[in-house]
Structure formats: structure tokens, C-alpha cells
T-cell receptor, first 111, second 114 residues
Framework: SQQGEEDPQALSIQEGENATMNCSYK?????LQWYRQNSGRGLVHLIL?????REKHSGRLRVTLDTSKKSSSLLITASRAADTASYFCATEETSGSRLTFGEGTQLTVNP | ETGVTQSPTHLIKTRGQQVTLRCSSQSGHNTVSWYQQALGQGPQFIFQ?????ENGRGNFPPRFSGLQFPNYSSELNVNALELDDSALYLCASSWGAGQSETQYFGPGTRLLVL
């Protein structure tokens, strides 16, 4: 079953703009992770935020986590055409170390 | 590159056949998780192996089975293949099950069942 739900399902922006993707989940979690996937290839880990953290930065990425609302957001600033990919949030539940993925947001960055 | 490798990269089988997919974990990692990703969907957890023992299983039938070897590499076996088994199969390695560690994914094996 899919726990995380990403919003929007698809996002198309111009190079240089910021992209924001949201994720909601249902159960208690140890952490939430964001991954990127280029066209049916393997997943690339972007960032992990633990349940006791509220915000984390990595380069052009900013992730927030609101455990009271069971939601997270991923912000990509100054987007580039190379950022075009599918982005997935994945939660690691307190009951174990499996990751539960959402269905992803397809981001298209137009040059 | 994550250091996680999978073989083969692509595979075509027919219904009823059996398939074995392989995964070599990143150096130093003792945990391997397997996921199935159908087209247009997010990955779904199949099972996890930690130090050669199964450590959690998702909602997949028993014809999906696995193995982890002393060097922590792993195999995923699927018997009696069905058309719906067509998917990208991903393995991920990490250090320590249940310790909130990042999982590093391999490039996947794309299986087509005809």
C-alpha cells in the first residue's frame, strides 16, 4: 500500500524557477526520505529528515517536515533542465525499516 | 553511483517460468531490501534481509522468495511468473536494519513477462 502521497502529480516550470513538491503520510515515522528517479532508472537518494527534525538543507534542496500534520515538502531552488525527473517521498515507519513510497511527482524543467 | 549493482539489467520471461535476480550491496552494508516498481507507480516493498535473515516482508505472495549470502549480496526469486510481475525490481543496501539509515538503490532489473 502507498503511504506517502505526493502533490502535485506533475509539475512543469521554467529553468530558474523554484519547484515545490508536497508529501503526506499516515502513520508514525522514524524518518522521511526524498528520492529522484530519471526515466525508469534507479533511485537516487536526495535527503533524509528524521522525525525530530523540522527542516534540512542540502545544496539547492530544502526539506521541511511537520509531524503534527504528517506532511513534508521538498523545495528545489533555481531549477535546471537536469532536475527533470520523478521525485518520490518515502517514509520509514516506527514499526520497521521498510520504506513506503508515494506515487511520485513528475517534474519537468523547461530550458 | 551508489556502489549497489544488480544483474541482469533486462530480462524477458514467459508466464509460469521462474526468475532469479541478483544484487550486490555497497561495501560495508549488511542489509538488503527489495522493491517492485510497476510502470508509473512508486516502489513497493517486497522484503528485507539483515545478516542473512529475512527481516520484514511486504504484501507479496510466497512465490516471491529471497536469500542473502555471507558477503551480504542477495537474490530475489520469483516462481510461476504472472503478467503482473512485469516491473522494475530494485534492491537497496544499508547498514543496520531499523536504524534509520539511508538506503542506497541499485539501477534495477527490468523484467517483462509475456
Amino acid at each position: 500500500s502507498q503511504q506517502g502521497e505526493e502533490d502535485p502529480q506533475a509539475l512543469s516550470i521554467q529553468e530558474g524557477e523554484n519547484a515545490t513538491m508536497n508529501c503526506s503520510y499516515k502513520t508514525s515515522i522514524n524518518n522521511l526520505q526524498w528520492y529522484r528517479q530519471n526515466s525508469g532508472r534507479g533511485l537516487v537518494h536526495l535527503i533524509l529528515i528524521r522525525s525530530n527534525e523540522r527542516e534540512k538543507h542540502s545544496g539547492r534542496l530544502r526539506v521541511t517536515l511537520d509531524t503534527s500534520k504528517k506532511s513534508s515538502s521538498l523545495l528545489i531552488t533555481a531549477s535546471r533542465a537536469a532536475d527533470t525527473a520523478s521525485y518520490f517521498c518515502a517514509t520509514e515507519e516506527t514499526s520497521g525499516s521498510r520504506l513506503t513510497f508515494g506515487e511520485g511527482t513528475q517534474l519537468t524543467v523547461n530550458p | 553511483e551508489t556502489g549497489v549493482t544488480q544483474s541482469p539489467t533486462h530480462l524477458i520471461k514467459t508466464r509460469g517460468q521462474q526468475v532469479t535476480l541478483r544484487c550486490s550491496s555497497q561495501s560495508g552494508h549488511n542489509t538488503v531490501s527489495w522493491y517492485q516498481q510497476a510502470l508509473g507507480q512508486g516502489p513497493q516493498f517486497i522484503f528485507q534481509y539483515y545478516r542473512e535473515e529475512e527481516n520484514g516482508r511486504g504484501n507479496f505472495p510466497p512465490r516471491f522468495s529471497g536469500l542473502q549470502f555471507p558477503n551480504y549480496s542477495s537474490e530475489l526469486n520469483v516462481n510461476a511468473l504472472e503478467l503482473d510481475d512485469s516491473a522494475l525490481y530494485l534492491c537497496a543496501s544499508s547498514w543496520g536494519a531499523g536504524q534509520s539509515e539511508t538506503q542506497y538503490f541499485g539501477p534495477g532489473t527490468r523484467l517483462l513477462v509475456l
